[in-house]
């Protein structure tokens, strides 16, 4: 086979609606998943579907990578579902870093390189800081965090870096994709409905968001445009406060974003998740605005709106 694309965490928000956008105009999907049964269900009209493990070291998904014409790399254990115990953080950075590993590994091996590989980072590279006002602006050039979540980003992209270099390399730095069908969005829509929402722990820490269209967009122009490389901001032109998103999320909703959820809440639930959840960063898209990419939702309460509206 050759000319497909190959997708890893094809059924997560992102992956699926980027897997379903593609096999719908007729480009062939291969579809890395741990069941390819519940895949096939999930995501119809892939042209194959190959059992992925993140320990899995050149089994027999790697004879897809071969000829590809891209390779996007998503998957990952969720970070804020759950508490937080040991073993659930050696999970989430081996999930990644093992996972990433493994795949560059195929790659070097391919007899026909893909034209890209297309890794997941996030904006967790940067590390965690208290409010909005507590950082200035972060673009693609400012410096790495030193906290959990900045260490799994560092050495995922280290991990993704080793790629060949005959290989374009795209390294997405992901802010919160907003969805209903997943991540924090579809959390917070529940008590909002029920008249209990509002920001969550102080509300003063800074969200850098992006709707899933646009994430699913910017992905496709990197695998087309090859002038799209090295680490990419994915979010949108403006960051928020916490508060800023419940308020903006209740006027949508024509609910009140009263009842903001304390930290000490968090952490009964999530242990040392909380101090991620509760903090935030405050970054720029700098890459995409020099490359003239335009929004389609620039604006929080437009990207919600339509969200909520087409259940999207």
């Known amino acids: 086979m050759e000319g497909h694309v190959v997708i890893t965490g094809a059924?997560?928000?992102?992956?699926?609606?980027?897997?379903?956008?593609?096999?719908?105009?007729?480009?062939?999907?291969?579809?890395?998943?741990r069941s390819p049964e519940s895949a096939s269900s999930k995501i119809p009209g892939a042209a194959a579907y190959a059992a992925w493990n993140y320990n899995d070291t050149q089994?027999?998904?790697?004879?897809?990578?071969?000829?590809?014409?891209?390779?996007?790399?998503?998957?990952?254990?969720?970070?804020?579902e759950g508490r937080w115990t040991e073993e659930h953080k050696v999970e989430c950075y081996n999930s990644r870093v093992v996972g990433t590993k493994n795949l560059v590994a195929a790659i070097q091996a391919a007899e026909k390189k893909p034209g890209v590989f297309i890794s997941a980072s996030a904006v967790g590279y940067y590390g965690a800081f208290g409010s909005c006002n507590d950082t200035s602006d972060l673009d693609e050039n400012a410096a790495a965090g030193d906290d959990f979540l900045a260490k799994i980003c560092i050495d995922w992209e280290k991990a993704a870096s080793n790629v060949s270099d005959?290989?374009?390399?795209v390294l997405l730095r992901t802010g919160?994709?907003?969805s209903t069908r997943g991540g924090m969005l579809q959390q917070m829509l529940l008590p909002f409905n029920l008249f209990l929402g509002g920001p969550v722990g102080s509300g003063s820490q800074c969200l850098a968001w992006i709707h899933?269209?646009?994430?699913?967009?910017?992905?496709?122009?990197?695998m087309e445009d090859t002038s799209y490389n090295g680490p990419i901001n994915l979010v949108g032109p403006q960051s928020v406060s916490m508060k800023t998103f419940a308020e903006t999320l209740g006027a949508v909703l024509s609910k009140p974003s009263l009842l903001p959820v304390p930290k000490f809440a968090l952490q009964i639930l999530m242990g040392e998740g909380a101090e991620y959840a509760?903090?935030?960063?405050?970054?720029?898209?700098?890459?995409?605005?020099?490359?003239?990419?335009?929004?389609?939702?620039?604006?929080?309460?437009?990207?919600?709106?339509?969200?909520?509206?087409?259940?999207?």
């Open 278 to 312: 509760t903090k935030g960063q405050k970054v720029i898209p700098s890459f995409l605005n020099d490359h003239g990419y335009r929004f389609a939702h620039p604006s929080l309460h437009e990207a919600l709106a339509d969200l909520i509206e087409h259940n999207k």
């Open 166 to 169: 005959t290989v374009r390399l």
């Open 11 to 33: 059924t997560g928000v992102i992956g699926s609606e980027l897997a379903h956008q593609l096999i719908a105009e007729g480009e062939k999907v291969v579809v890395f998943s």
């Open 212 to 222: 899933v269209d646009d994430e699913v967009a910017i992905i496709r122009k990197a």
């Open 59 to 80: 089994e027999a998904w790697a004879e897809y990578i071969s000829g590809a014409k891209a390779v996007v790399h998503l998957a990952g254990k969720p970070l804020l």
């Open 176 to 178: 919160i994709v907003l």
